[in-house]
Nanobody
Framework: QVQLVESGGGLVQAGGSLRLSCASS????????MGWFRQAPGKEREFVAS????????LHADSVKGRFTISRDNTNNTVYLQMNSLTPEDTAVYYC???????????????????WGQGTQVTVSS
């Protein structure tokens, strides 16, 4: 497992933007496919976006497509989630996750990830 630390969450008005960052202890030689998930109060954790080890392939949930963008910078071991046009329905704790080194592909399933960060709160006010 690797250590993952999320940052960039906060309180924003509807229509605003935030950029989340996930710093990892993974060296560039051991880069992994990464993902973002979120969990709202009383709801299950859900997929938001994922990016392959190289960054050439990405997946986004339908609910965020066109508004959120996942990206990565392997030179500083950081994955980003740019969130635009935020709505109150985006309010949740956002988690960064890493896949095992044996699979470099992006993936939508929670079970495909073996390392998780502590999460960062995103609150969108109406």
């Amino acid at each position: 497992q690797v250590q993952l630390v999320e940052s960039g969450g906060g309180l924003v008005q509807a229509g605003g933007s935030l950029r989340l960052s996930c710093a990892s202890s993974i060296g560039t030689s051991g880069s992994r496919a990464m993902g973002w998930f979120r969990q709202a109060p009383g709801k299950e954790r859900e997929f938001v976006a994922s990016i392959s080890r190289t960054g050439l392939s990405t997946l986004h949930a339908d609910s965020v497509k066109g508004r959120f963008t996942i990206s990565r910078d392997n030179t500083n071991n950081t994955v980003y989630l740019q969130m635009n046009s935020l709505t109150p329905e985006d309010t949740a704790v956002y988690y960064c996750a890493a896949r095992p080194t044996t699979d470099w592909r992006a993936n939508r399933s929670l079970n495909a990830y073996d390392s998780w960060g502590q999460g960062t709160q995103v609150t969108v006010s109406s």
